[in-house]
Antibody, heavy 122, light 113 residues
Framework: EVQLVQSGAEVKKPGATVKISCKVSGYTFTDQYMHWIQQAPGKGPEWVGLVDPKDEETIFAEKFRGRLTITADTSTDTAYMELSSLRSEDTAVYYC???????????????WGQGTLVTVSS | DIVMTQSPDSLAVSLGERATINCKSSRSVLYSSNNKNYLAWYQQKAGQPPNLLIYWASTRESGVPDRFSGSGSGTDFTLTISSLQAEDAAVYYCQHYFTTPPFFGQGTRLEIK
């Protein structure tokens, strides 16, 4: 069974940095791109970026470029999302997600982590 | 970016009745070389991540009840729930995956009348 287990909720001050983890099991970590998705309170999900765990190549949404780092540790089958220079509008639940089956094209999200709430408040 | 717009923002439907949610993309998400629409639908309940219902605009994900169906092509799509059950109360999102970034609609809240 595919499982994506994320780290716990975080409270950060404006200007700080947050790092969220997503530990996977039930499939070969390097076989799938790992996507990260933001969902602000009361809003639709918004794609943040992805990492290819094989070589840590990344693609980011324009909105997050310059503040976002996404990495993958193949020794622990864990992906990480780090967002810096936090501001109040970064308050959201962040999800990691992968495609539902290996044959699917990228961008269909069939397996999700449980979500990590990041609250940015002074 | 291709922007997705859903309508209505919310609706209330009686148990056993049909619910219809619309989704429009700012440009076509139909890929001509394989004739597939790069459009998915998700259901989200409070405190949970979105759950994939439909992809390729009309293909149900494994385990999704057949009362859920998707239709449409190009820029206009519809999610239909043929006979509403109590457990279908949720927020529904469409999402394109035609280009990067994939983009979600703003959501439609479905309530039981």
């Amino acid at each position: 069974e595919v499982q994506l287990v994320q780290s716990g909720a975080e409270v950060k001050k404006p200007g700080a940095t947050v790092k969220i983890s997503c530990k996977v099991s039930g499939y070969t970590f390097t076989d799938q791109y790992m996507h990260w998705i933001q969902q602000a309170p009361g809003k639709g999900p918004e794609w943040v970026g992805l990492v290819d765990p094989k070589d840590e190549e990344t693609i980011f949404a324009e909105k997050f470029r310059g503040r976002l780092t996404i990495t993958a540790d193949t020794s622990t089958d864990t992906a990480y999302m780090e967002l810096s220079s936090l501001r109040s509008e970064d308050t959201a639940v962040y999800y990691c997600a992968i495609i539902p089956v290996p044959s699917m094209v990228q961008g269909v999200f069939g397996h999700w982590g449980q979500g990590t709430l990041v609250t940015v408040s002074s | 970016d291709i922007v997705m717009t859903q309508s209505p923002d919310s609706l209330a439907v009686s148990l056993g009745e049909r619910a219809t949610i619309n989704c429009k993309s700012s440009r076509s998400v139909l890929y001509s070389s394989n004739n597939k629409n790069y459009l998915a639908w998700y259901q989200q309940k409070a405190g949970q991540p979105p759950n994939l219902l439909i992809y390729w605009a009309s293909t149900r994900e494994s385990g999704v009840p057949d009362r859920f169906s998707g239709s449409g092509s190009g820029t206009d799509f519809t999610l239909t729930i043929s006979s509403l059950q109590a457990e279908d109360a949720a927020v529904y999102y469409c999402q394109h995956y035609f280009t990067t970034p994939p983009f979600f609609g703003q959501g439609t809240r479905l309530e039981i009348k």
